[in-house]
């Protein structure tokens, strides 16, 4: 059994996947922010199913240490870390601005790095481990009216394909996890732009966005098969499958998005394999496993 701390646990994906990992018989730290206030009740929540409860703002880098030290103290070691935490966006992508771009990226990207590079000496350290990153089919293509996000997860992506390289000789491995759309509270706070336009084009493109999203949540309503449990079995597939034998990337969706990505995904995986061995570089395509 494994050992897991998942960030941004209290509701959606991330609380989804405590419950699973618990039920699997895994030990679970789960992070989230504002215990004390707006998140006591999920905090309350994930402790009264047998989650350890860690308060964690993954845009803060003493919180970010803070809460993995504490981590690493109570449960004596992290097999897995799950960087679920995330924040979405809905609108016209010039009228986002610079600050509203910061924001995103600072919990997608920038709280990411924080977290890895509190976890990752202790990894180094015991010569195994597993980063599991819950990206986006967006990371992947990009769709109107998610331009801040769509970048985020881009930069997410490529972050990952780092890591994997670069922490493959220690014996830790990296994972993306590309959830479709779903309907979960993540989808009810998206942030629109700070920025209120007058000009006549952008507010129709505006109501354009508001109207996307409807439409969007009337074709997941229709769509039972898109279950956000089972992006939680994904990840519990992921960190359960033994180290070595895990895919790099793994496509959750069943809206049709995903059937189009897949080919995509194991074609640049074909790409970089190739190029890493013309360089002379394909074993740090390969994780080393401790025997």
């Known amino acids: 059994m494994a050992i897991v701390l998942i960030t941004g646990a209290s509701s959606g994906f991330g609380k989804m996947t405590v419950t699973s990992l618990l039920q699997r018989g895994h030990t679970v730290v789960a992070s989230v922010r504002d215990i004390q206030g707006r998140n006591k009740t999920p905090a309350e929540e994930l402790n009264g199913i047998g989650a350890q409860v860690v308060e964690m703002d993954v845009t803060d880098d003493s919180s970010v240490e803070a809460a993995v030290a504490q981590a690493l103290d109570s449960v004596h070691g992290l097999d897995v870390v799950v960087n679920n935490a995330g924040l979405g966006v809905l609108g016209v992508q010039e009228s986002f601005t610079p600050d509203d771009w910061r924001r995103v990226f600072d919990v997608n990207v920038f709280g990411v790095q924080r977290v890895n590079r509190a976890v990752l000496p202790h990894m180094r350290e015991r010569g195994s481990g597993l980063l599991v990153h819950i990206s986006s089919l967006l990371g992947r293509m990009t769709i109107p009216f998610y331009g801040p996000y769509n970048a985020s997860k881009w930069a997410l992506e490529a972050m990952s394909e780092n890591y994997r390289v670069e922490l493959s000789g220690f014996g830790i491995d990296v994972a993306i996890v590309e959830p479709g759309g779903f309907a979960t509270p993540f989808a ?104």
């Open 188 to 291: 009810e706070s998206l942030m629109r732009p700070s920025e209120q336009s007058d000009d006549a084009s952008l507010v129709a493109m505006q109501e354009q966005a508001e109207g996307f999203l409807h439409g969007f949540g009337e074709a997941l309503a229709a769509n039972p098969a898109q279950n956000p449990q089972n992006v939680a079995d994904a990840v519990v597939q992921v960190i359960e499958t033994p180290a070595g034998q895990r895919p790099f990337r793994t496509v959750v969706d069943k809206m049709g998005m995903g059937d189009a990505i897949q080919p995509y995904n194991e074609q640049l995986e074909t790409l970089t394999s190739s190029i890493y061995s013309a360089f002379g570089m394909d074993q740090m395509l390969k994780l080393k496993v401790q025997q």
